[in-house]
């Protein structure tokens, strides 16, 4: 069974770089044919794509995001981290990661998501 799951800082000052990482269990992040991604919902919003990493280690970025955003990953622990930087209160949001099959539309595995607040 597969499990995601996001860690990371609840409350981030504007201005700096909010750091999350995603710790996946009963699978490997290198798998043939998965995307790692980054997805967060904003408060009375919707769904918005960040960023996935691809299990050759390809990324891809949402183009309204791409100027203060970075994925990574880190194999030896089965793990990617998303990097925003330079936050600001409308990046307040629930943060999750979650596993895309290649083929298909829609993540197939979520993590529970997190709850980041933009503050001073």
């Known amino acids: 069974q597969v499990q995601l799951q996001e860690s990371g800082p609840g409350l981030v000052q504007p201005s700096q770089t909010l750091s999350l990482t995603c710790t996946v269990s009963?699978?490997?992040?290198?798998?043939?044919?998965?995307?790692w991604n980054w997805i967060r919902q904003a408060p009375g919003k919707g769904l918005e794509w960040i960023a996935y990493i691809t299990y050759t280690g390809s990324t891809y970025y949402s183009p309204s995001l791409k100027s203060r955003t970075s994925i990574s990953r880190d194999t030896s622990k089965n793990q990617f981290t998303l990097q925003v930087s330079a936050v600001t209160p409308e990046d307040t949001a629930v943060y999750y990661c979650a596993r895309l099959p290649r083929l298909l539309n829609e993540p197939d595995c979520w993590g529970q998501g997190t709850q980041v607040t933009v503050s001073s």
């Open positions: 009963g699978d490997s992040i290198t798998t043939n044919g998965y995307y």
